[in-house]
């Protein structure tokens, strides 16, 4: 079994990109995007998209397996879509990123506790627990979910869907004092 | 207008695209976009009946390379829009203002199937700059408007409108969008057209350290209406010039600083002036592959000035040293300028007197050539093309297909003025020529038209010569027919060691009997001594179209070229050269 390394912030992304590309909310933007991509020839490893707090406007955070030449291209490429508004590429030490599992895992009598104790130490909560199996729900950081999700393995995962991730750049300090105070006033 | 007025959305196309200062169209209706052709009845609009929603298509581009005006097609759903999928993608990879309407099945019947319902907005998702459907009358001239702007700015291409019936009938209430809520609207659609001041400054004094610099004008020199300010540079510092194939024209081949076209199938000059050169200073080019051959050996030791309105093509394929990111007029008078205050201050260009020399010495040993034919053989196509550009008028449009043809053009016809030349450089499209030509003419009938094509792009559209017969666009086009896949031929004789696949056209129609069936005068050249006074009847008619068919030697061969993936230090010279290959080390 691998390691755990919730603890390394890079875990094993740091071949991939994320892009957080802010798009116009129109019929159709998610398919020009995705498009794209396969246009070009490059693959999404993951993807989520939905609204900003402006309806107008959606968020489709990417994250892409590819070096930096390459991606350098794509970003351009996808800037050319009309719809697309802005891309911000997060680097990852600068970014909270977050992703949410569901899973169904089978269980016998004996190693309930034991799945409800892993669930525990990883803040993960019990949706469901039948007979034989146990649902079970998970967000943190992509590299704590597949920590998790090895672990889980062990046992038999019955079912598993993971969302991919979203992220946001992390805030600076002085922005941070800044949007508390925001916040307070 | 006090009153609001109502319009049903059909109306409200027909307006948008007359405030839009459209003159012509091309089209053919059916079905779905039978409401857009009522209004048009009584529009200022001129409406041009094809005979194929292709012919549109490539008609839309012809009117917009010889007048840098988008072109508009409008025809149906289903199978029309698909028919329209070459022109847009053609228009898309050579950067053809063009707007086209399709007719759509009514927004209650989409996405059941319906009879010719198609994704035509998924389908030319990816050969469109935008494309949209329409979901409601009121959206109509927004739309447009949209529409327009996005085809002619930046690095202009096509986009297309998806119309649906029920919002062509339903009623809307009539506005006309300002400037300022069209680009409002377009949050995420701000093209760069002003060049980074430093980057400018560095491109300047990189251009006069320079010891061989090369100015390699492509395209975007002609979108950006910058052929003028370019001259005006390259005379100043004397720097010698090579044209794209979808430049030609932009910088005049007569002029003595003009070495003409690089590439797969460019002169030996162009070629070997790249590969030596120590600065590209690249305006609105974009290292294509048939520009480049083997990227890793192109041009080893030059620096690069990339000057072009799409970020996405800095770096693409060859890294610049000074990206520039702006329209080319723009930027080019910002350089001139900028190399015009560096000589004020003192500067001074370097010495490049030996480099012109080593061009002019490449030009002596290595013009263009061919083979004459022995007395009584068959007709040289290159030779046809040499008597049909002395014998044509100033100003003359030259119209090519894809092919062997298009090479042979685009080498020994003498372009001196911009917009002059059309064809399909990107894309490669078999048949462009015939609609095209038809296109330009009806842009510019004050000019002499020629179309010239190879037998086997004249037989996918030469159908169109009905609207160039019905419509009175008369047309004059040169068939330079080898009876052969010509291109593919040479390709066959010398990669797959002469075996012959599937290239003979033998057995083509008669193509006198073609041009008369359709209206056109139809004369046939086998001999050298016919030449001139086909020519010369062909140039005296101008009430009808006319279509020469010079049947040409069927083994000739596009010499230089650079067979596909080799350096283009591998250039292959016409025959008769290669005993001098040494010159061009």
Redesign the interface.
């Known amino acids: 079994m691998r390691t755990i390394n919730s603890n390394n912030p890079f875990g094993d992304s740091h071949q991939h990109h994320v892009l957080s590309v802010l798009?116009?909310n129109r019929?159709?933007v998610l398919?020009?995007v995705s498009?794209?991509f396969a246009?070009r020839g490059y693959n999404i490893y993951s993807l989520a998209v939905a609204p900003t707090d402006d309806a107008d406007y959606s968020r489709i955070t990417i994250v892409v397996d590819i070096s930096a030449t390459p991606l350098?291209?794509i970003v351009?490429?996808l800037?050319?879509?009309?719809?697309?508004?802005?891309i911000t590429e997060l680097d990852p030490r600068k970014s909270v990123e977050r992703e949410l599992m569901l899973a169904t895992v089978r269980i016998d009598g004996e190693h309930r506790g034991q799945i409800v104790e892993l669930a525990n130490i990883f803040e993960a909560k019990v949706l469901a627990v039948g007979s034989d199996a146990i649902s079970l729900s998970m967000d943190g950081t992509p590299e704590k979910l597949d920590d998790f999700e090895e672990l889980l393995k062990g046992y038999g995962i019955v079912e598993s869907q993971r969302t991919g991730r979203v992220a946001l750049p992390k805030l600076e300090r002085e922005t941070r004092k800044g949007a508390l105070k925001g916040k307070a006033s | 207008m006090s009153n609001k007025e109502t319009l049903t959305g059909a109306e409200a196309l027909i307006r948008s695209l007359e405030m839009e200062n459209v003159e012509i169209m091309f089209g053919l209706p059916g079905g779905c976009i039978l409401p857009a052709y009522d209004p048009l009845l009584k529009s200022s609009i001129r409406h041009i009946l094809v005979r194929h929603e292709q012919g549109a298509g490539h008609m839309a581009q012809g009117y917009a390379h010889v007048t840098g005006r988008p072109g508009v097609a409008m025809v149906t759903s289903g199978p029309a829009a698909t028919n329209m999928v070459t022109p847009l993608c053609d228009a898309f990879m050579d950067s053809i203002p063009m707007i086209c309407i399709t007719g759509q099945v009514p927004t209650t019947a989409i996405g059941t199937d319906a009879f010719q319902e198609c994704d035509t907005?998924?389908i030319t998702?990816?050969v469109t700059?935008?494309n949209e459907?329409i979901m409601h009358p009121d959206d109509i001239p927004m739309a447009v408007r949209q529409a327009f702007h996005?085809a002619t700015t930046g690095r202009p291409g096509p986009v297309l409108l998806d119309v649906p019936k029920d919002v062509l009938q339903n009623t809307m209430t009539w506005t006309w969008p300002t400037d300022e809520e069209v680009i409002a609207s377009?949050?995420?659609?701000k093209p760069t057209t002003k060049g980074h001041p430093k980057m400018i400054k560095e491109a300047a004094k990189l251009i006069l350290a320079a010891e061989k610099p090369l100015l390699y004008i492509g395209g975007g020199v002609l979108k950006a209406r910058a052929a003028d300010v370019v001259r005006e540079l390259a005379e100043l510092l004397q720097i010698p010039v090579v044209t794209t194939l979808m430049a030609r024209g932009a910088f005049p081949d007569s002029h003595p600083l003009c070495l003409g076209m690089p590439g797969m199938h460019g002169n030996a000059t162009a070629i070997t002036a790249m590969q030596k050169s120590d600065l590209l200073i690249n305006f609105g080019a974009r290292f294509d592959d048939r520009v480049t051959g083997k990227v890793s050996t192109f041009a080893p030791d030059a620096k690069v000035i990339h000057v072009d309105i799409?970020?996405?093509e800095?770096?693409?394929v060859r890294k610049p040293d000074v990206p520039i990111v702006g329209d080319c007029r723009i930027v080019v008078e910002e350089i001139l300028k900028s190399v015009q205050e560096l000589l004020a201050e003192g500067s001074t260009q370097v010495n490049i007197d030996p480099w012109r020399s080593k061009v002019s010495g490449w030009r002596e040993k290595f013009p263009v050539a061919y083979d004459q034919s022995e007395p009584g053989g068959r007709l040289k196509p290159q030779f046809c093309l040499e008597k049909l550009r002395d014998a044509a008028p100033e100003g003359t449009i030259v119209v090519s297909g894809v092919g062997q043809h298009q090479m042979w053009t685009s080498l020994f016809w003498k372009f001196n003025e911009p917009y002059t030349w059309v064809n399909s450089g990107g894309l490669g499209t078999m048949g462009f020529s015939v609609p095209a030509a038809i296109g330009a003419k009806a842009a510019r009938p004050d000019r002499t038209v020629w179309a010239i094509d190879g037998d086997g792009c004249f037989q996918m559209t030469a159908q169109e010569l009905v609207t160039a017969s019905t419509e009175g666009i008369h047309i004059k086009v040169a068939i330079l027919n080898n009876t052969y896949l010509g291109m593919v031929r040479q390709w066959q004789e010398m990669f797959y060691g002469e075996r012959y696949s599937e290239v003979n056209l033998a057995g083509c129609p008669d193509f006198v009997k073609w041009a008369e069936a359709m209206g056109c005068v139809g004369i046939r050249v086998d001999s050298v001594e016919e030449i001139d006074g086909a020519i010369e009847l062909a140039n005296s008619i101008n009430d009808r179209s006319v279509v020469i068919d010079f049947r040409v030697e069927e083994f000739e061969k596009v010499f230089p070229m650079v067979p596909a993936g080799a350096s283009n230090d591998e250039v292959l010279l016409h025959p008769s050269q290669e005993s001098q290959r040494e010159f061009l080390r």
């Open positions: 798009v116009q019929p159709g398919a020009r498009g794209l246009r350098e291209q351009k490429q800037f050319k879509l009309i719809d697309v508004v802005r | 907005v998924g998702r990816s700059k935008h459907l996005i377009l949050p995420g659609y799409d970020p996405a800095q770096g693409k």
